[in-house]
């Protein structure tokens, strides 16, 4: 059973950063195409970036260049370095196994961590 638990998540001032953590259980992440989204209050689903089991990484135009998605194969956790946080970057934030062909899909997720930009 795939089991995605994420932490880090907290409340920061706008120009700070957050590291978020997902560990997964049951699979291997260096295994699997996994990503981070996110979602905002009335707002959609955003892919925000994502990772191949290669790991080559791509960002949402939105995120490109603050933040930096990177895994440790061997504690079997997904990272997200966020930077240069503003406050459209609040929003719940889950780590995804996802399909790893467009279109892509996103299969397990976990119970989300929360993110709070203040100005």
């Known amino acids: 059973q795939v089991q995605l638990v994420e932490s880090g998540g907290g409340s920061v001032q706008a120009g700070g950063s957050l590291r978020l953590s997902c560990v997964g259980y049951?699979?291997?992440?260096?295994?699997?195409?996994m990503g981070w989204f996110r979602q905002a209050p009335g707002k959609e689903r955003e892919g925000v970036a994502a990772?191949?089991?290669?790991?080559?990484?791509s960002y949402a135009d939105s995120v490109k260049g603050r933040f930096t998605i990177s895994k440790d194969n061997a504690k079997n956790i997904l990272y997200l370095q966020m930077n240069s946080l503003n406050t459209e970057d609040t929003a719940m934030y889950y780590c995804?196994?996802?399909?790893?062909?467009?279109?892509?899909?996103?299969?397990?997720w976990g119970q989300g961590t929360q993110v709070t930009v203040s100005s």
């Open positions: 990772i191949d089991s290669r790991g080559s990484t």
């Open positions: 995804t196994v996802t399909t790893c062909a467009a279109p892509v899909r996103w299969l397990y």
């Open positions: 049951g699979y291997t992440i260096s295994n699997y195409c």
